[in-house]
T-cell receptor, first 115, second 113 residues
Framework: AQTVTQSQPEMSVQEAETVTLSCTYD???????LFWYKQPPSRQMILVIR??????QNATENRFSVNFQKAAKSFSLKISDSQLGDTAMYFC????????????FGKGTKLSVKP | DAMVIQNPRYQVTQFGKPVTLSCSQT?????MYWYQQKSSQAPKLLFH???????NEADTPDNFQSRRPNTSFCFLDIRSPGLGDAAMYLC????????????FGPGTRLTVT
């Protein structure tokens, strides 16, 4: 069975600085996808970034980038130039390539950006 | 704007009294998911519909049922809520398949008294 582990329950960062959130996963599949979702306080969850496991190049979306280490089964999220609006729960998630999108989530990391 | 809507946002029910949560979408997505999220925990998939095909997770209690009368609507029925069913219930949609992003609704927070 797939599992996703986020070892940092809470983190904080000063505005404009860079922070990295960790995620490891365990799967025996070769075809899978990895996601980071953001859940702001009292607001709905939204996708931050997505990585296809067959791609070696790390995904990047503006200030958000990932460090995908397939052999180590590691998928960390780097947030550059942190903004107050980045304060949220961040969930790492994995899904099998042949599935109908059944996301397996980690327990989340609560990120606080301080002014 | 196209979106995923959940009603109500907050629901209080009594122990053992059936309750229905609703989800609607204007995205015309094939797949609709229901997740249960307890405080400070990860969302846990209960079941999903791919078009009209219902897919139940193996560990979803029988107390939880779902209906999808058409593409736009999906309902979560809790037949006899227990105190342990108090949680945030999230509805999500996607175009189908693992590649695609899931779009989440704002959730319904269920309280059981």
């Amino acid at each position: 069975a797939q599992t996703v582990t986020q070892s940092q329950p809470e983190m904080s960062v000063q505005e404009a600085e860079t922070v990295t959130l960790s995620c490891t996963y365990d799967t025996s599949e070769n075809n899978y996808y990895l996601f980071w979702y953001k859940q702001p306080p009292s607001r709905q969850m939204i996708l931050v970034i997505r990585q296809e496991a067959y791609k070696q190049q790390n995904a990047t979306e503006n200030r958000f980038s990932v460090n995908f280490q397939k052999a180590a089964k590691s998928f960390s999220l780097k947030i550059s130039d942190s903004q107050l609006g980045d304060t949220a729960m961040y969930f790492c998630a994995c899904v099998y390539g042949g599935s109908q999108g059944n996301l397996i989530f980690g327990k989340g990391t609560k990120l606080s950006v301080k002014p | 704007d196209a979106m995923v809507i959940q009603n109500p946002r907050y629901q209080v029910t009594q122990f053992g009294k059936p309750v229905t949560l609703s989800c609607s979408q204007t995205l015309n997505h094939n797949v609709m998911y229901w997740y249960q999220q307890k405080s400070s925990q990860a969302p846990k998939l209960l079941f999903h519909y791919y078009d009209k095909d219902f897919n139940n997770e193996a560990d979803t209690p029988d107390n939880f049922q779902s209906r999808r009368p058409n593409t736009s609507f999906c309902f979560l029925d809790i037949r006899s809520p227990g105190l342990g069913d108090a949680a945030m219930y999230l509805c999500a949609t996607s175009r189908g398949g693992s590649l695609y992003e899931q779009y989440f609704g704002p959730g319904t927070r269920l309280t059981v008294t």
